[in-house]
């Protein structure tokens, strides 16, 4: 059945499409109404444990929009959490204090998280994701 699958992924992509311009018309209707915004925006919170030589959890999903609120805990030596292509830095001290960083994830894609701190061996294999998925209707 590879064939008939083919097409239903191909109009499953059509309708997404489809509503993805319905919620833009939506979006500039309401912002010519001066409404608030439906978009769904809101605070995603995550707790990430940085060790030698991961973070867990390693990849952060969100969506465009939302404010990322990244709550850093080392379980061992410093390390640092950077996200380069949205200016994204922040030192993890090593006895395990809690270091918070906040950002508003402006823009869809997916983003490399390294290790910005020199933390041993591994230190270039630390790398995590953040995947800012595009806004969707809700
Ligand atoms: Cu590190």
Redo the contacts with the bound molecule.
């Keep these: 059945m590879g064939v008939p699958g083919l097409w239903d992924h191909a109009a499953g992509r059509r309708m997404v499409v489809a509503i993805g311009m319905a919620a833009a018309l939506g979006a500039a209707t309401t912002a010519m109404r001066a409404q608030p915004e439906h978009t769904g925006e809101s605070v995603k919170s995550f707790e990430v444990r ?1 060790s ?2 991961k973070f867990e959890p390693a990849v952060l999903e969100v969506t465009e929009g939302d404010t990322v609120v990244v709550t850093l805990r080392s379980a061992d ?1 410093i ?2 959490l950077a996200i380069k292509a949205l200016g994204v830095k922040v030192v993890i001290p090593k006895n395990g204090e809690p270091v918070e960083v906040r950002f508003v994830a402006g823009r869809a894609g997916t983003f490399e998280i390294a ?1 910005s ?1 020199y ?2 061996s591994g ?1 270039r294999r ?1 790398k995590g994701q953040l995947v800012v998925a595009p806004p969707t209707a809700r």
């Design positions: 940085a030698r030589f030596t390390h640092g290790c701190e933390c041993g230190h630390m």
